[in-house]
């Protein structure tokens, strides 16, 4: 990833949406293999519709899953295949705190609507809730040929 800065642009709607659902259907098959895991070590027994441990065990396995490709190249792999890249605001790559900080508040941004995605286009400085939170941000930088 180079650092001239003239090349960086933020990326569209359309290229976040693409981002979004690929890497949703990475998760939800992580989610389905840690799953298994979790039933594997219940003895095979089915595990409680209520059980709160469950559900946030799943809701760290999605911070691994995000926070690992984030503080290592600043990529999940459907940012890798829309070519964004996630940098903090000094240009390089997140730590963990960052990681985490926009896990939870990219969480509660869908919380009012979307509000908190939403506000890419509201804001004059174009960022996200989380963009803010954690001091990091989405651009999309295209390819040199």
Do not use: C
């Not at 760290?60 to 190249?73: E, K, L, M, R």
């Not at 286009?121 to 963009?131: A, C, E, G, V």
């Amino acid at each position: 990833m180079t650092k001239n800065l003239s090349l960086n642009r933020k990326p569209s709607l359309f290229r976040l949406l693409g981002v979004m659902l690929y890497d949703t259907m990475l998760l939800v098959s992580v989610l389905l293999v840690a799953s298994a895991v979790a039933v594997a070590f219940n003895g095979g027994e089915a595990i409680g519709a209520n059980n709160p441990f469950f559900f946030l065990y799943l809701v760290g396995v999605a911070f691994i899953f995000y926070g690992w490709f984030w503080t290592h190249g600043g990529q999940t792999l459907g940012m890798r295949a829309w070519q964004v890249y996630l940098i903090s605001g000094d240009h390089i790559g997140i730590n963990w705190q960052q990681a985490f900080l926009r896990f939870v508040v990219s969480i509660f941004s869908w919380l009012p609507m979307g509000l908190g995605y939403w506000w890419l286009w509201l804001s004059p400085d174009k960022l996200s809730w989380h963009d803010i939170a954690s001091g990091s941000f989405l651009i999309y930088r295209p390819k040199q040929k």
